[in-house]
């Protein structure tokens, strides 16, 4: 059995029972997003602060119950989630902010958080889907994050990504034995794409603000930052945006945290967008009340993971943002670049643009005096930076061209 009690819209708040066969998608009223909703006072009885320090399982899977899957499911056998969530005061000294950490989710199989998204994806696809097809669009992580996965059970899915995406993405796409679409347009157009064939063929589809599935396994996050800060909830967490999906997910899992009593405060959540993809900024900063409304923008931004025109979550993220006394900033395309080596530099850890984001939007708010020193604050690094070497290459600088003898050495060691 499963703890899922219902499933509500987002948008409108139609109401959708649950049963043990179908496929939900969107509500069938107006087209919007479907969260899913448990029974918390079931899943109390479950899960405690004893049974989890009880746990051995190192994964994602020691929360199941949270999951709308049932017990027995057949899920992937690779080891995704309990991610390294690291205290840097280094990177504190550097920022004037002493309380900050990270996660690293560049751990995760496919060197990126959408492990999360696609584990929960996949393990309702064994146990729903009919036509045995997997697809779903991506600029490049959520797409290689369900090859990874459907690798490890045997499965070949069919992946829509736009033609640039970074080659790292597109090679790791291919490696796994997924059939790769590149498409000759943007993330958007690839997304729209993908829609159309998964409903003229019946498959199953994993598309981020499309398939409620996905923000399931993305709460899983926040599960680990308060386990693994003793339950101590930080003040800040700090999430880059671009569908919205990771920040509305994120949000989520604090959420059901306090449902069933595990922490007794709720943290501020800090969207970072890139000032050349901000819909979700945008849209935060526009709203006084009442529905959300997601404008498109023209999405150019180099973090590719999160260049997106039409946020498909966007929706959730800004009620995500609002809920939690938080705020929606952008950062420039060169802050982020710059975050990537002062993040590596200072940590060990080489994150991606879009892990990056997040490490500038603190910065930011460090430097405009908006979050406090006595703060502590969690900067999610949602990506490997191997992922996009080119972005990296950019700020990285060069290393010194020497002759092989020892005088060389000396010389330049000397400069």
């Known amino acids: 059995m499963n703890y899922v009690s219902e499933l509500e819209c987002i948008s409108c708040g139609n109401k959708i029972k649950w049963n043990a066969t179908d496929i939900f998608y969107t509500c ?20 405690t602060r004893e049974s989890l320090a009880a746990n051995g399982d190192r994964s994602l899977w020691r929360y199941k119950p949270f999951y709308p899957i049932n017990e027995n499911a057949r899920v992937s056998p ?22 900050i950490y990270i996660k690293d989710e560049g751990r995760n199989p496919s060197a990126s958080l959408k492990d999360r998204a696609g584990s929960i994806a996949l393990a309702v696809a064994l146990e729903r889907n009919k036509s045995g097809f997997i697809t779903g669009a991506s600029t490049g992580n959520a797409g290689s994050s369900m090859a990874c996965l459907c690798a490890s059970v045997g499965i070949s899915p069919v992946i829509f990504v736009p033609y640039k995406a970074p080659k790292a993405k597109i090679a ?15 993330y958007d157009e690839a997304f729209d794409l993908c829609l159309e064939v998964s ?46 999906n990771i920040i509305s997910g994120i949000w989520k899992g604090f959420k059901d945290l306090k449902a069933v009593g595990l922490i007794d405060r709720l943290p501020k959540l800090c969207a970072v967008q890139s000032e050349k993809s901000n819909a979700v900024s945008q849209s935060f900063q526009r ?44 950062v420039t395309d060169e802050e982020i670049l710059s ?19 997040a490490v500038a939007g ?10 406090t020193a006595e703060e502590t604050a969690v900067c999610v690094l949602t990506g490997n930076g191997l992922k996009d070497i080119e972005s990296a290459l950019k700020v990285a600088g060069n290393g010194e061209l020497i002759e092989p003898n020892l005088n060389a050495v000396i010389q330049t060691l000397g400069r």
């Not at 009223?29 to 899943?43: M, Q, T, V, Y």
């Not at 690779?78 to 309380?99: A, C, R």
């Open 339 to 357: 975050a990537i080596k002062i993040t590596a530099a200072n940590t060990g850890v080489f994150t991606e643009p879009a892990g990056a984001a």
């Open 28 to 47: 069938p009223k107006c087209d919007g997003n479907l969260e899913i909703l448990f029974d918390h006072s079931a899943i109390a009885k479950i899960i």
């Open 199 to 244: 409903k003229h063929y019946g498959w199953f589809n994993r598309n981020t603000g499309y398939n409620p599935f996905t923000r399931e396994g993305k709460k899983s996050c926040s599960f680990e930052i308060c386990e693994q800060m003793n339950w101590k909830v930080p003040d800040w967490v700090f999430v880059s945006v671009g569908d919205g």
């Open 287 to 330: 709203y006084s009340g009442g529905a959300v409304k997601i404008e498109p923008v023209n999405a150019t931004t180099i973090a590719d993971s999160i260049s997106v025109d039409l946020p498909r979550d966007g929706v959730s993220a800004v009620k995500a943002i609002v809920e939690s006394s938080g705020t929606a900033i952008e």
């Open 172 to 186: 790791q796409l291919l490696l796994y034995g997924a059939k790769v679409l590149l498409v000759k347009g943007t």
């Open 362 to 371: 603190l910065k930011s708010m460090v430097s405009s005096g908006k979050i």
């Open 78 to 99: 690779l080891q995704v989630g309990w991610t390294p969530l690291y205290k840097v005061e280094k990177l504190g000294e550097t920022l004037g902010f002493p309380n």
